[in-house]
């Protein structure tokens, strides 16, 4: 049959564009820390204070290169869920939060994920976090550069953190 023959080629094609495509995306996430213009720094995460099954994890990211890059998504084997949020206070004072699209890192700049506003969203965790264990994490940037993370577990906010609200993610 003509019909399915024709379709098993185009099929085929398809099969072998995704294989490309998985083998740049390798690269990508191989790439040497020494050659990426993005680091991250600090990494922590914690339960929430607030949300059964939920969890936050912050750090500062910062951007070495010369040219603008953002935050645009990241995935964990911690939860099933992973988003980008930020949280941000009312006019009346109450701290509410919401998904993000992304979190700007400008050249030669910074950002800085902590409690009290942006912050990686953990939903649904598989396993309540436990103090002391490390939460992975895969960052996916603008740019198309990936970057894996060890988020150690805290029950607190480090030493030395800017002093935010500590009920709020
Ligand atoms: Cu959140």
Redesign the pocket.
Known sequence: MGGVSSFTRIARGTVAGVLVGLVVAAGAAGQSPATSPITVEGAWARTSPMIERAG?AYMVIRNAGATDDALIGASSSASAVV?I?Q?TADPSGVMM?APVGMIPVPAGGEAVLEPGGY?I?LIDLVAPLEEGATVDLRLSFQSGLTLDVAAEVRAMMPMGSPMASPAA?
């Open positions: 936050a988003e949020h949280t939060m912050h969203m993610m």
